[in-house]
Nanobody, 122 residues
Framework: QVQLVESGGGLAQPGGSLRLSCVVS????????MGWYRQAPGKQRELVAA???????KYGDSVKGRFTISRDNAKNTMYLQMNSLKPEDTAVYYC????????????????WGQGTQVTVSS
């Protein structure tokens, strides 16, 4: 089992920044990929950014150049630094860990955090 606890969401102005954190605990050696997904009202869940166990980073097209995913193994924490935020980044952001595969929508069978709201508005 893997447990994920997110923090760091909130309200930001367009052009502003936020950093999300995800503390990971449990059987992390079994994880193939860890990442962040988001879901806006009325839209499908989508991949924001992920780190594969090989070290490869993946980003959704809409966040490339603005968001950066990273992890601190000593703190068992994964981060999502979000810069140049736009109103369309408004969504609930979920931390995810999958032992099998990385997908564009995230598998229901994977491990998920409780979600944290990010709102970008002036």
């Amino acid at each position: 089992q893997v447990q994920l606890v997110e923090s760091g969401g909130g309200l930001a102005q367009p052009g502003g920044s936020l950093r999300l954190s995800c503390v990971v605990s449990g059987s992390t050696l079994s994880i193939y990929a860890m990442g962040w997904y988001r879901q806006a009202p009325g839209k499908q869940r989508e991949l924001v950014a992920a780190i594969i166990s090989s070290g490869i980073l993946k980003y959704g097209d809409s966040v490339k150049g603005r968001f950066t995913i990273s992890r601190d193994n000593a703190k068992n924490t994964m981060y999502l630094q979000m810069n140049s935020l736009k109103p369309e980044d408004t969504a609930v952001y979920y931390c995810n860990a999958d032992p099998v595969v990385l997908t564009s929508r995230g598998r229901e069978e994977a491990y998920w955090g409780q979600g944290t709201q990010v709102t970008v508005s002036s």
